[in-house]
T-cell receptor, first 113, second 112 residues
């Protein structure tokens, strides 16, 4: 069974730009969660999608948004990028939600110049 | 909001020594999960604990869930260099929003 696939692996952007990250979950998994990982803040929850609906959201500004498609693939978008958005963005999938083991992708390393 | 703290933040041991990391939640948890992240890698699920006072073992790793379901620990016996990485606990609150809150992590370094 293929694991969670995130693209791209690395991204360099400048302040003010926007970016879209993609996540393909494990086949059959309907829950996709996104996390931001930084050395100072650890793993911070962004949002969780289940069957195309956002079920939970973390404490991030509205510049961070996401969506999930009917095939469970998910995208997250960050608009008006700031230097502080530089981080590793991790996607995790599970069959039903956060009460089950989360399977993480390798992440997208986003650097803002 | 719910907070999950881990101590220590960092530990350096000699191969063969034991290691323990502690996880404390500000709220009661319905379950707790443990993950390991190797340097340059992504978190990998280790185990999930659900019952009050539960103890589970995986070879040299022993996981405990506190009686009050607000704390947990991971103990590694006779560490090996392959144990190097950051260990995270992640708690699911028993009330309110169903989202996993990750602990601050304990980075383990093992010297041969």
């Amino acid at each position: 069974k293929a694991g969670v696939t995130q693209t791209p692996r690395y991204l360099i952007k400048t302040r003010g730009q926007q970016v879209t990250l993609s996540c393909s979950p494990i086949s059959g998994h309907r829950s996709v969660s996104w996390y931001q990982q930084t050395p100072g803040q650890g793993l911070q929850f962004l949002f969780e999608y289940f069957s195309e609906t956002q079920r939970n959201k973390g404490n991030f500004p509205g510049r961070f948004s996401g969506r999930q498609f009917s095939n469970s693939r998910s995208e997250m978008n960050v608009s008006t990028l700031e230097l502080g958005d530089s981080a590793l963005y991790l996607c995790a999938s599970s069959s039903e939600g956060p009460n089950q083991p989360q399977h993480f992708g390798d992440g997208t390393r986003l650097s803002i110049l | 909001g719910q907070q999950v703290m881990q101590i220590p933040q960092y530990q350096h041991v000699q191969e063969g020594e034991d290691f323990t990391t502690y996880c404390n939640s500000s709220t009661t948890l319905s379950n707790i999960q443990w993950y390991k992240q190797r340097p340059g890698g992504h978190p990998v699920f280790l185990i999930q604990l659900v019952k009050s006072g539960e103890v589970k073992k995986q070879k040299r790793l022993t996981f405990q869930f506190g009686e009050a379901k607000k704390n947990s620990s991971l103990h590694i016996t006779a560490t090996q260099t392959t144990d190097v990485g950051t260990y995270f606990c992640a708690g699911l609150s028993s009330t309110g929003f169903q989202k996993l809150v990750f602990g601050t992590g304990t980075r383990l370094l093992v010297s041969p």
